[in-house]
């Protein structure tokens, strides 16, 4: 049996993976321009803004009692500076609903997607995208600050400007190392001056519980693929330290860190309350190449199976940032449901194993959506989607996952019937 100990279990999703219907952001504006591989948008996702009591009552009946969701800022502020209070009051109207069934909020504001407004006057490309992001926060926190006391101000500013501005795979399509380092810049000066405001709104509106604040870093373990080989090793270190490390410092401790900055502190303080982690899977680094260790497990998307990867990121983490973890997203694409009650055993335990306070752990995700370039090809959910008409089935791993959160461990019963062995 894997104990638990109080970690609390939940899932997690993002608004335009699985809402539907707007058209204002900019990757339904990427999918207009052919930029996903199956064709299909984010306008349909998961008809969520439909079925949004729909959803809760599942999530409800699976006992999920912690939910990650996000919000669409191009519905909120659809044009700049105009805020549109029926959405809010959408948002709203959710967030109370998930309440009454007993289901805690975690809050993310932005998650890769930008209004068209935004996206058209250069995003985070300059250090004029404080003003307007730190608008729409205020706007937020004034509707929802007296509900939701924990938040998540941006999700994976490292994967968002790696892939929108070095790869040139998401919008905005460029391809400029430098531009992605100060788009990674400007997102820390956006957390900043995120974090400030919700602290300072929750504080005038006398909102009741602690605010916590937090970013959901996408963290990622790399290893020399030749354990001996001195270029590997360097190497490895540096794409940690460039992808992940210096960025979450920068973020945490208002001081922007190589090659964000020159080390300067913007205003020296701890800038969160928790630590965000997003954890999928690992590199090995060969010379400057990313690739696979062969011979291993790989889920559906060809990355690596290595649970192990989680207890050594929580350690890191809880030595260096010294408060609670939250596992703010770890899942698998498994198109058959084949391997993903696995996969949650080993990622739980492998938490579990780390011995740090990992207070709460969201699976990624809820139910199968728009996984953006891959579009409605890759089903990482709990809960299966049919996309033509918004059916939604619960898996086996669902299943099992209640079960997990029911008894908070993995009891031998559940591993026998939901994996095939006991650990
Ligand atoms: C993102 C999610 C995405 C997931 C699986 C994370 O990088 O935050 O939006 O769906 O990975 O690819």
Redesign the pocket.
């Known amino acids: 049996m894997i104990a638990l100990n109080g970690m609390k279990l939940g899932v997690a999703t ?1 608004a335009t ?1 699985i809402e539907g219907g707007d058209e204002n952001n900019s990757w339904a504006d990427w999918a207009r321009r052919g930029g996903i591989k199956d064709g299909s948008s984010p306008v349909r996702a998961c008809g969520h803004w439909e079925r949004v009591e729909e959803d809760a009552s599942l999530m409800a009946e699976l006992g999920i009692r912690e939910y990650r969701l996000g919000l669409e800022w191009s519905r909120i502020e659809p044009k700049r500076g105009i805020f549109d209070p029926e959405a809010m009051e959408h948002y709203r109207r959710e967030i109370i609903s998930l309440l009454d069934r007993g289901i805690t909020p975690l809050v993310t504001l932005h ?2 997607t930008n209004p068209l407004w935004f996206e058209n006057a250069g995003a985070f490309e300059s250090e004029g995208c404080v003003v307007p992001f730190r608008e729409y926060v205020n706007y937020v926190l004034n509707s929802i600050g007296d509900l939701v006391s924990d938040y998540i101000t941006i ?2 500013p490292n ?1 968002y400007a790696a892939n929108g501005y070095l790869f040139g795979e998401w919008p905005p399509g460029k391809k400029d190392a430098r531009l992605a380092l100060r788009v990674m810049k400007n997102m820390a000066l956006c957390h900043y001056a995120a974090y400030d405001e919700i602290h300072t709104v929750r504080q005038e509106l006398g909102a009741a519980g602690k605010t916590r604040v937090g970013v959901a870093q ?1 963290m990622r373990v790399f290893d020399p693929l030749r354990r001996f080989n001195p270029v590997d090793r360097i190497a490895a270190r540096i794409y940690e330290r460039v992808f992940q490390t210096a960025l979450t410092d920068s973020m945490s401790f208002g001081r922007l860190r190589l090659p964000l900055g020159l080390g300067v502190p913007v205003k020296r303080k701890r800038y969160y309350e928790f630590i965000g982690i ?1 954890y ?1 899977s690992r590199f090995a680094v060969k010379g400057t190449k990313l690739v696979n260790f062969p011979g291993r497990p790989e889920n559906d998307l060809g990355w690596e199976i290595y649970p192990e990867g989680l207890t050594r990121l929580i350690r890191k983490c809880a030595r260096r940032y010294k408060a609670p973890v939250f596992i703010t ?1 770890n899942g698998t694409c498994d198109r058959a449901d084949a391997f993903r009650a696995r996969y949650i055993r080993d990622h739980l335990a492998a938490a579990a194993a780390s011995g740090a306070n990992v207070e709460k752990y969201f699976y ?2 809820f139910t199968d959506n728009f ?2 370039a891959e579009g409605e090809t890759a089903p ?1 959910g709990l809960v299966r989607c049919e996309f033509k008409t918004g059916e939604r089935t619960v898996r086996a791993s669902g299943r099992f996952y209640a079960g997990i959160i029911r008894e908070n461990a993995v009891t031998d019963a559940l591993q026998k019937e939901f994996v095939g062995d006991v650990k």
């Open positions: 993002a993976q998650h890769f999700n994976e994967v996408h997003n999928y997203e990624w995700t996984e953006w990482f």
